[in-house]
């Protein structure tokens, strides 16, 4: 019988583990290092946060892996040996695949600043990033996270409802402006503000300070300022977690280079959701996408391909979603920080500074091309048929009451989203 072992219980490898026993009964080994059952990982933080215990982030039951025949094997992988098609584990243990997926995720980026191991010093990964964030708390007079986008924004909430203070430091002009256009920016800097915490927009890190015990205790940053903390969060980004295999023979780049298979270029070896880079990206998507969605999409893809079914990995139109606080975010398709070539962005802010939405178009054909919202739920369904469709952005402006996901009970923007439409942009067809 063929040895299926995948190597990390994320998301990516679990999804992968479920569909291949749906469909075959190979063996299934999944082997992890962090924790032995499969948990939420976007749901750490309402742990910390006191809304759920750490076993309500545990989708399934513990016997839930024995009864559909999964073998789980809570242990680290030091070295891979693609040609013996083994691995050697913690304690000097050498065990054997037919087939090998490696699905180990991400990292926390350091960037080598001095002091980045002291202890109180930590990313939001891991469980073991939440243990840690938990021993140090009840003793933290003030955090200071280090890098302005999701993860960071999730730190600086948790910290904030333990009623510590935070102070945030963004490097960039705004927050998370790479991604987000000016006005969605600005929005978030303000929000962020108004929850008391001490964002610093154009402030890196330059070191962490020691106390005598190897904790830190203060932190400089570029500007020379001294900024006392007890907890630094260091969260300016991800890389994928593959330093164990520099020496093995599969072809690496920043992750585990693989084609649109998810193959590596070792025979039987493949790579998914986060640790999995593209030679080339997908449509224009990034070679390395460390996005839960697409962790899933993979997991999925690569099962039918190890039952039998080569399936290449297409992961359809962009998606993502995420919670500045209490303002949910979600974008489909491409809305870029700038508009490019030939593409109008047309903006709509509600006077509260709390809801608002971006739509991307071409200014030639008019064709639909992305669209932010901030505060206001809409269908994932209806935007990627729109989407595949090609329908235009008075198509979507139209339509926009049938793509709008919000409960009954909540307030309709839409008749003023498309009065000011029609004010930016012009119009064809807005029904009255």
Not at 61 to 79: A, G, P, R, S
Not at 247 to 252: K, P, V
Not at 362 to 373: E, K, L, P, S, V
């Given at each position: ?110 960037f080598g600043w001095p002091g980045q191991d002291l ?210 975010y979600q974008t489909y398709g491409w809305v870029w ?96």
């Open positions: 019988m063929e040895h299926i072992v995948i190597i990390g219980n994320g998301i990516s490898g679990v999804t992968l583990a479920r569909h291949i026993r749906k469909k075959s009964n190979s063996k299934i080994t999944i082997i992890s290092s962090e924790t032995e059952f499969f948990f939420s990982r976007t749901a750490l933080m309402y742990v910390f946060m006191g809304h759920m215990k750490f076993e309500h982030t545990q989708p399934y039951e513990n016997d839930f892996w024995k009864k559909n025949n999964i073998n789980l094997l809570h242990k680290k992988v030091t070295q891979v040996f693609p040609k013996e098609k083994s691995l050697l584990l913690d304690g000097n243990i050498v065990f054997n695949f037919d087939k090998l997926v490696l699905a180990t995720g991400s990292k926390s980026n350091k202890k109180g010093v930590t990313g939001l990964y891991s469980k073991q990033d939440l243990e840690l964030l938990e021993q140090w708390a009840p003793t933290t007079k003030r955090a200071v996270i280090v890098g302005g986008g999701l993860i960071g924004i999730e730190l600086a909430e948790m910290l904030h409802s333990r009623k510590i203070p935070v102070t945030f430091l963004v490097r960039e002009k705004s927050f998370w402006d790479a991604v987000l256009p000016f006005g969605e920016s600005q929005m978030i800097n303000r929000h962020i503000l108004e929850h008391h915490i001490d964002l610093r927009l154009e402030t890196g890190l330059k070191e962490i300070i020691p106390d005598e015990n190897g904790h830190a205790k203060a932190i400089i940053t570029d500007k020379g300022e001294t900024i006392e903390c007890q907890i630094v969060g260091l969260t300016a980004g991800v890389s994928p977690n593959v330093d164990f295999l520099k020496d093995s023979g599969i072809e690496l780049g920043r992750g585990v280079k693989v084609n649109r298979f998810l193959e590596t270029n070792c025979k039987d070896i493949y790579a998914i959701g986060d640790c999995a880079e593209q030679h080339e990206g997908i449509d224009l998507r990034r070679p390395i996408e460390a996005v839960w969605y697409t962790g899933r999409m993979m997991g999925e893809t690569l099962a039918q391909t190890l039952t039998g079914t080569p399936t290449e990995y297409k992961p359809g139109h962009w998606f993502n979603s995420a919670k500045f606080l209490d303002i949910e920080a700038s508009p490019k070539e030939n593409e109008t962005h047309f903006y709509w802010e509600h006077k509260k500074g709390k809801k608002a939405i971006r739509i991307a178009f071409d200014t030639t054909t008019r064709t639909f091309i992305g669209i932010n919202t901030f505060g206001i739920r809409m269908r994932h369904e209806f935007f990627d048929t729109v989407l595949t469709q090609k329908q235009t952005v008075d198509f979507v402006m139209e339509h926009l009451k049938k793509a709008n996901f919000d409960p009954e009970f909540y307030s309709s923007y839409e008749k003023e989203i498309q009065n000011e439409f029609t004010v930016q942009c012009g119009t064809k067809n807005i029904l009255s």
